[in-house]
């Protein structure tokens, strides 16, 4: 269908049309399949829909792209989009295609690669509109009549000195009530809330969740701007890596969609089912080690699932609780203490709950009452065992610089599971028999 010049034509006319629809199909495809569609495009239609592509998908497509055919299509893109897209490629992919682009683009965009990732000086925007302290008001007004022609004009205008270090901040509305004498630096707002290029991702989320922020601006040690951070940028980057988080935490890939190819699928599914395999071999080894107490309890046959399935559901609400936390900056990693005391007490009620209604039907069922006590306990016990695993896990691997989506839940489910059954079996082998 790629291949068919009447598909294609019929494709570039319905980009013309309406480019967002066509831009939401090209999100849904698979990576080579959406560079395939997107290079037989012209390239007039080609900057058409990555205008209306989010930056994640965009940034997929021109890494697949030759540099020379992307610098094409981004050398007619407005600068925020470029600096929104290139923000989600790779280093050396983005270096190879600025190295085919005029000097001034270069000089404006390398500057990204200079801080972490993940820090403000890679989120920020380089382009943003600031007007000299000495200005009075009529010509500031004058000037940005001037800046709006070729740049959108934002709720706030920083003001700078001669050296463009942040002086303050002057509020739209100020500007055009004051007389038009006044100095801007006797109307701006002298106390401003600024951030260090190399602030974490983190942190920024957790500025901007408890504060009603639209922007701030990236300022270096010598108290010079070199660009904006915004609001909508920080929170879209925490949710998208959120999502992906929980994706991973499944065993899935983040760039599997329904419509994938089986192959896809299976390659990327298989690999996780096979290490979670081996936590099953555990839990195997554990029941083996009892097997003489289930052959005179037989009743335990019975609840050796209930337990373990108990106590990884209630771990999975946990982490999923604090890998989110994490992402979104919500959790000072510096305070554990009070989160595990947290997580003890909800696994603590839940397990009692829990054990109660289960223990009480088991011990109505065999009319024994160690047996109710026995299931009670332990599912009481690895309730609070899961929250605690839950919580410590991915808390645990972030401070250890790893990802806590990639391989909590296998953890997490190991510890559940041969727990929850050694609890079982050891308290059945101890008042049972």
Not at 49 to 73: D, F, M, V, Y
Not at 312 to 336: P, Y
Not at 338 to 355: D, H
Request: a positive charge; charged letters at 25%; aromatic letters at 6%.
């Amino acid at each position: 269908m790629i291949k068919n010049k009447a598909a294609i034509k019929v494709i570039e006319d319905l980009i013309k049309a309406d480019p967002q629809r066509v831009a939401g199909v090209f999100e849904n495809l698979e990576v080579k399949e959406a560079v395939n569609l997107f290079k037989n495009l012209s390239v007039e239609n080609q900057v058409k829909c990555l205008k209306h592509l989010n930056s994640r998908s965009a940034g997929k497509i021109l890494q697949k792209l030759p540099p020379e055919t992307a610098k094409e299509i981004l050398s007619r893109t407005e600068k925020y989009k470029i600096v929104s897209i290139i923000k989600t490629m790779s280093e050396n992919r983005v270096k190879a295609i600025l190295q085919n682009m005029d000097e001034s683009a270069k000089t404006s965009l390398y500057y990204l690669f200079d801080y972490p990732k993940n820090s403000a000086g890679r989120l920020m925007y380089p382009d943003f509109i600031s007007l000299k302290k000495t200005l009075d008001v009529s010509e500031a007004v004058a000037k940005l009549r001037l800046l709006a022609r070729f740049n959108e004009l934002k709720s706030y205008i920083y003001v700078v000195d001669d050296q463009n270090n942040l002086s303050g901040v002057l509020n739209m509305r100020d500007l055009v009530i004051s007389d038009e004498r006044v100095k801007l630096e006797d109307i701006m707002i002298k106390k401003v809330m600024k951030v260090s290029p190399y602030a974490h991702k983190d942190d920024l989320v957790k500025i901007f969740s408890s504060k009603n922020f639209i922007s701030l601006p990236v300022v270096d040690a010598s108290g010079k701007i070199l660009g904006i951070i915004e609001s909508k940028d920080v929170m879209e980057s925490a949710r998208e890596e959120s999502i992906e988080d929980m994706q991973l935490l499944l065993g899935s890939n983040p760039d599997e969609k329904i419509d994938s190819p089986l192959g896809f699928k299976i390659k990327n599914r298989l690999k996780w089912l096979i290490i979670n395999l081996f936590t099953v071999f555990m839990s195997a080894g554990v029941v083996a080690f009892f097997e003489s107490t289930i052959a005179m309890i037989t009743a335990l046959a019975v609840i050796l699932p209930m337990i373990p399935g108990q106590g990884a559901a209630a771990g999975a609400q946990t982490l999923s609780v604090v890998i989110r936390s994490i992402v979104m900056g919500e959790i000072d990693l510096k305070n554990v203490r009070k989160i595990i005391y947290t997580e003890i007490t909800i696994g603590l009620v839940n397990g009692l709950v829990s054990g109660l209604i289960t223990g009480v039907v088991f011990w109505l069922w065999k009319d024994t009452f160690l047996l109710g006590f026995v299931v009670f306990a332990a599912m009481t016990l690895n309730m609070i065992i899961a929250g605690i695993a839950g919580a410590l896990i991915p808390i645990l691997m972030r401070r250890m610089n790893l990802d806590p989506a990639h391989s909590s839940i296998v953890i997490l489910t190991t510890v559940t599971d041969v727990a929850g059954l050694f609890i079982l079996l050891m308290l059945g082998k101890l008042l049972l028999l």
